[in-house]
């Protein structure tokens, strides 16, 4: 029997499969001191320091995808396995990517707006297709690929930067590949960031970048220019963003993600052209539901000697 401690919440029908397969579950543990396994998402750090203060750890659980809230090299260090669930909210947030996309283009968000305040604004709402353009993936992997199929079917033509992708992968998704970022900017009206936060992509889209898009949709429509964000926060250099929208650079921005969350009171809330969700890319009832038996099932097979098919942290097994 393991003990496992659930710092951010967890389905409750995963929390029951892994008390009938014997091991113990804290849904509010005061400290992780003497746990064997914790299951964490995004609100809960794993520092360094929290890492060394638990020292019976064998596994950390990322309930999500990213990891950038866990230090990998710390967990390494002392022998600690990351795993995490890379597939269960991937149609959540392609789903919601594509909702985002939308409601720039149509103007959803400000429509609402100015209905509930008792203004009738049809004229100055006149949209874009999303048809016809181009939208630029910045990291091409389960989630870009999902939203690509759905953009293409619409109409889309799809361009990626991401160095680390096969370009086979890219072929058969008929996606076109570019080796700089710089050129995706330059070729696209619209761009989708699916990307994980690290030094690498940190601040990649900012007042440089944003400066090259094109404006004139691939059909030649002046559609303008949409940044659509639901990855993680710091990619996207916000203050450059508000910035962009106000000088007209951007039409419109969109994000589920943000560099400090919960966000506070960031003027880019306050601007027209940006409409934004609380870090909701896999909040659905569906994909909840497959975290949780997910991470359940790895815990499972990891306490019964197995080992974790989605280990992030691979040098603790050598």
């Avoid at 995490?84 to 909702?99: A, D, F, H, K, R």
């Avoid at 909701?280 to 815990?299: K, N, P, S, V, Y």
Wanted: aromatic residues 4%.
């Amino acid at each position: 029997m393991a003990k496992i401690a659930v710092t951010d919440g967890m389905a409750t029908d995963a929390v029951l499969r892994l008390q009938e397969a014997g091991h113990e579950v804290d849904l509010a543990p005061q400290s992780l001191d003497g746990f064997d396994a914790v299951v964490i998402r995004s609100a809960t750090k794993m520092t360094a320091q929290a890492i060394a203060d638990a020292p019976s750890l064998q596994l950390i659980g990322r309930a999500g995808v990213g990891v950038d809230n866990i230090d990998l090299d710390a967990a390494t260090n002392a022998g600690i396995l990351v795993c995490n669930t890379p597939g269960s909210s991937t149609q959540s947030v392609v789903e919601l990517t594509i909702g985002h996309l939308l409601a720039s283009a149509r103007h959803i968000p400000t429509a609402d707006r100015d209905l509930r305040s008792g203004q009738w604004t049809k004229k100055a709402l006149k949209g874009t297709e999303l048809s016809g353009k181009r939208i630029g993936f910045i990291g091409f992997g389960r989630i870009a690929q999902g939203v690509g199929r759905v953009a293409r079917a619409i109409g889309m033509e799809l361009h990626a930067y991401d160095p680390y992708l096969p370009d086979n992968i890219a072929k058969e998704q008929q996606c076109t590949l570019h080796a700089d970022v710089r050129d995706l900017f330059k070729m696209c009206t619209h761009i989708a960031i699916h990307c994980n936060l690290t030094d690498e992509t940190h601040h990649l889209v900012n007042s440089e970048t944003l400066a090259m898009m094109p404006g004139i949709g691939a059909d030649g429509t002046a559609c303008g220019n949409h940044l659509v964000s639901c990855a993680r926060g710091g990619v996207v250099n916000e203050n450059d963003v508000l910035t962009a929208l106000e000088n007209g650079t951007l039409s419109s921005c969109a994000l589920d993600v943000f560099e400090v969350e919960p966000v506070g009171n960031h003027p880019l809330l306050q601007h027209a052209n940006f409409h934004g969700t609380p870090h909701i890319g896999a909040a659905t009832h569906e994909a909840q539901a497959r975290i949780g038996f997910e991470m359940a099932d790895l815990i499972i097979d990891f306490f019964a000697g197995g080992i974790p098919h989605s280990v992030v942290n691979r040098a603790v097994l050598e």
